[in-house]
C-alpha cells in the first residue's frame, strides 16, 4: 500500500483556506469595488457639501461584506436625500432653532409682519414649489457596476498566486 507524506498539512491548508479568503481577499476586493461606486457617486454629486461628506465604509461579519456608499453629516445628508428624491410643494416658517421660545406670531411681529431670508421680509410664511428629483447616488452604482466588478476581479487576481493568497489580514485603507 502507497504512503502518503504531507497529507495533514494540505488539509490543514484546505480548511485555512475559506478564513484567509475572507480575511485577506474578500474585504479589500469590496473596498476596491466600492471606491470605483465612491468615485462615480462624487462626479454625479449635486453639490460641494455634498461631495466632500460622501464617505466608504466596510464591515465584515462571517460570511458576509458589506460596502456602503453614504453621505456624513446632518446638512449634506439632507441634501443628498432631497436632490436624489426631490421635495413636495410645502410652506416654509420660522426654523425651532432660531425662534429663542418665540411663536411665528411674535417673530414676524418683531420683523415688520414678515419672515426674513437672506435679510429681506418675505411674508408670514414662504411656500416653496418643491424641486425636480435629480437622483445621483442610484444612476452611479448602475453605471459604475461593471467597473466596480472589474476592479474587484483585478484586485482578487493581485494577490492569488500559486504560493497561496498574499497580503495581510488587515483591510487596506481606513474606513471612515
Known amino acids: 500500500m502507497p504512503s502518503v507524506k504531507g497529507q495533514a498539512e494540505v488539509e490543514r491548508f484546505i480548511a485555512s483556506l475559506p478564513a484567509q479568503i475572507e480575511a485577506k481577499l474578500l474585504r479589500g476586493a469590496a473596498r476596491a469595488g466600492g471606491k470605483v461606486l465612491l468615485d462615480e ?3 454625479r454629486s449635486p453639490a460641494a457639501e455634498v461631495t466632500e ?3 466608504l ?3 465584515s461579519e462571517p460570511g458576509r461584506i ?3 456608499v453614504s453621505v456624513k453629516g446632518h446638512w449634506p445628508r439632507s441634501l443628498a436625500i432631497w436632490a436624489e428624491y426631490g421635495t413636495d410643494p410645502h410652506f416654509i416658517t420660522v426654523d425651532d432653532s432660531q425662534r429663542e421660545g418665540k411663536s411665528v406670531r411674535r417673530i414676524n411681529e418683531t420683523g415688520g409682519g414678515s419672515l426674513r431670508i437672506g435679510g429681506s421680509f418675505v411674508g408670514k410664511t414662504v411656500h416653496h414649489p418643491g424641486a425636480k428629483a435629480n437622483p445621483f447616488m442610484r444612476p452611479s ?3 459604475s457596476a461593471a467597473a466596480a466588478r472589474a476592479a474587484m476581479q483585478t484586485y482578487v487576481n493581485a494577490r492569488v498566486t500559486r504560493g497561496g ?8 485603507g481606513t474606513d471612515e
Open 141 to 143: 452604482l448602475d453605471l
Open 53 to 55: 461628506a460622501l464617505t
Open 165 to 172: 493568497i498574499i497580503g495581510s489580514d488587515e483591510p487596506e
Open 66 to 68: 458589506v460596502v456602503k
Open 57 to 59: 465604509r466596510t464591515n
Open 41 to 43: 457617486t462624487k462626479s
